[in-house]
């Protein structure tokens, strides 16, 4: 007969435990390091601009004799990316992941799904390249825009941007909805729709919303793509064929200039936390959510 | 051909791939009586009631011969309209399944998408399924109220209740009290005697007592294959088979 095998003894599963207790408080630690330097780094900017100055006012303008740092601007060109972006993308987003787990025949899906999962994998510079050069010439062509690079050019390719996270978060949530649904409402006589948009969608919203939100964050956070197809000029404007400045196209290009300890270097800090700011809130909504709906459904 | 037979099966082959699950089954069903479907795990007799309302039609794989006659019309025939099927022939599972609304919503889902038949409101159909189910004093205060906040026996009256909103004639009940305690179980069986009244219940079950306790007639399904069926005391007490002797008395099973 063979031995046993031993189990491991009691101090070699705690030594166990203290290892993957390290590791949960390092994560936890860097975490905690970058919000101390944004915070040390960015504070000291308001010293020298009033906080209302900084998020009411309407002018970005460094190189002036008189600089003006008011966001505004920034926040403005932020949000009308990421909303143009979301706009697009949440509905077909959210098509195609019901269509991959509920329509799509089996073979269909093996290759969509690793060709949508290809899309995350793009580096964000290219997708930029893409934006700068061929989708700007359509948008133009097609809306007449004056500016080539504006916030809808952008918005465009962010939304194909952030597609795949939205897409595979949601088709999750839809897949993980119980087989059980389902077929209680083909039971009862539901077609294929009315089943998909009465049971299963309903079922999965919350975990469709949590997508949503991921992708929000995703898109307010990058910088490169729309650095490279927005125009980058800091104007205070709804118009979505204006050109625009993110606060993250603003950081990436202006850090590399800036004198470092500068007014100037500690404002770029300063929009750095409030995009941290933005993006703790929407997480922090993501999960509120995920926990208010997890109290009625399963 | 007679017509106090409610579903008529003829010469039924049901497979999945190449596993053949059922092997060419006749039986009759009479309307307005519970007939109990009995047989060891993997016997076919799920598969048999999932044939019923074309359930199976949802598995890919699974390919079906011969006839199943509802009131003298082959449901497999191509005219056959599936949903309207499924309004007729109601489904309860294994597993209480109600959906993550709320209780009224639950019952209000059927006729909902098949449209209200007969002047009703929607409040009536949902009272008159709920009290049909034994389960309108528990919850009419509650209507409301998540359908999974309900204890699993009345989740499973619930979803007998879901079924009955869509006024159908056969309710198939696939081991309805499996996952059910006792006091639940004995709450279901009285709710399916009551529910021959008005309409044809088929109920698979691996439990003996159940089947003797509930029904009218009684099959014994052994390997897809349909060993014995007639009335149920005659079954139990006078089986013709001795396999099904042998399961009746707890040889194996």
Sequence with gaps: ?298 | MSSEYKIEIRNLQVGFGKLMVIKNLNINIMSNCVTAVMGPSGCGKSTLIRTINRLNDLVPECHVKGQVLLDGRDIYDPSMDVVELRRRVGMVFQKPNPFPKSIYENIAFGPRIHGIAGGNSLDEIVERSLRAAALWDEVKDRLDAPALSLSGGQQQRLCIARALAVQPEVILLDEPCSALDPAATAKIESLMVSLKKDYTVIVVTHNMQQAARVSDFTAFLYLGELVEYGETRRVFENPSSKLTEDFITGRFG
């Design chain 1, 1 to 298: 007969m063979r031995a046993i095998r031993r189990r491991p003894t009691r101090t070699v599963e705690s030594m166990i435990e203290y290892l993957i207790l390290g590791c949960a408080c390092i994560s936890i630690m860097i975490l905690l390091l970058i919000i101390i330097f944004l915070f040390k780094e960015g504070l000291p900017a308001f010293a020298h601009i009033p906080l209302s100055e900084f998020i009411f006012g309407t002018v970005w303008q460094v190189q002036a004799v008189e600089p003006r740092y008011g966001i505004l601007p920034l926040l403005c060109g932020s949000i009308l990316v990421t909303g143009g972006a979301i706009t697009v993308s949440v509905p077909l987003s959210i098509m195609c992941a019901l269509y991959i787990s509920e329509v799509a025949h089996p073979l269909a899906r093996e290759v969509i799904k690793p060709l949508i999962e290809l899309l995350a994998g793009i580096p964000s510079v290219v997708y930029g390249f893409l934006a700068l050069t061929a989708l700007a010439d359509l948008t133009q062509r097609f809306t007449g825009s004056i500016h080539r690079l504006n916030a809808l050019n952008g918005a465009l390719i962010l939304a194909v941007m952030i597609a795949p996270t939205v897409i595979s978060i949601s088709e999750d949530a839809i897949k993980s909805v119980p087989k059980e649904y389902r077929e209680a409402a083909y039971a009862i006589g539901a077609d294929k729709w009315e089943t998909m948009s009465r049971v299963v969608f309903p079922a999965a919203f919350p975990g469709v919303m949590v997508a949503v939100m991921l992708g929000i964050s995703r898109a307010i956070g990058e910088t490169m793509a729309v650095l490279m197809a927005t125009g980058n000029a800091p104007l205070l404007t709804f118009d979505i064929l204006s050109s625009v400045q993110t606060m993250t196209a603003v950081i990436a290009i202006e850090m590399g200039e800036v004198t470092f300890g500068s007014v100037h270097y500690h404002a770029l800090f300063a929009i750095g936390l409030i995009l941290l700011g933005i993006t703790f809130i929407i997480n922090f909504l993501a999960e509120a959510l995920l926990r208010r709906f997890r109290g009625v459904s399963p």
